[in-house]
């Protein structure tokens, strides 16, 4: 029986990622839409919503939290400490809340709820298919009954991990939460050399997707380290033993390494401005 089963689900800021965990937990009837409310500022994003899911829609955040056992944060970093304060004083003991906001610390979602039954995670955009990766964060004081029902509802967006190290998951923000950013700009860079080259953009595209996707495909199913295969396709004096030449004089690595630690301060740099509109807040915590 899915730990979800009977339970009341809460979306806060129902966009593309709640969407895509609302889909998934209809598709595997984990549980049922008239368990489901939405809450969306835009009337017309709400009647999509109802339309496309049979659930229970709302233009109030307080309305969809009150009476939900799973609440699912997902606006907008800079919409946190807005929305947060209006739903803290509505939430009650043994309700999970579930973050998937990037860089919301649980220390600033404890400050600004008022609540510490919480998780912080972090999907990436592939979710939207159901092969995302998630890397999630429970706090100590949700029970090992809500850390299933976490689990099963990350599970809907793909691979779910969980840490017992808070920082993992702002570093999972930089690379897989990121990730993808590195690799539509790779596949957007080849498709741009393939054209170069002469080939019609649409074949281009072609080529770069199902190249990347099935070299994706094998790393997964050999469980070989990336520099074995590399090696496996690297002739001596060959076409890839000269384009690696140009990469390496091109600093690929140490530029996509720099990529993943800027993206590793930003991430801490939200998570700390969020505090510190939390610490200003005069709702005690501790629910």
Known sequence: MSPLQGRTLATVGTGVMAESMIAGLLRGRLVEPASIVASHPRADRRAELAAQHGIRVTASNVEAVEGADVVVLAVKPQMLPRVGREIGPHLRPGQLVLSVIAGATTTALEGLLGHRELVRSMPNTPAQLGRGITVWYATPETSPEQREQAKALLATLGVEIEVDDEKMVAMATAVSGTGPTYVFLVMEALVDAAVHLGF????????????????????????????????????????????????????????????????????????????????ATDRPAGR
Request: aromatic share 4%; no cysteine; proline share 4%.
């Open 200 to 279: 019609p953009r649409h074949v281009a595209h072609d080529l770069v997707v199902e190249t990347l996707e099935g070299s994706a495909l094998f790393a997964k199913a050999s469980g070989t380290h990336p520099a074995v295969l590399r090696n496996m396709v690297t002739s001596p004096g060959g076409t890839s033993a000269a384009a690696l030449h140009e990469l390496e004089s091109g600093r690929l690595r140490t530029v996509l390494s720099e990529a993943v630690w800027a993206a590793y301060r930003r991430t801490v740099e939200l998570g700390e401005q969020l505090e510190a509109s939390a610490a």
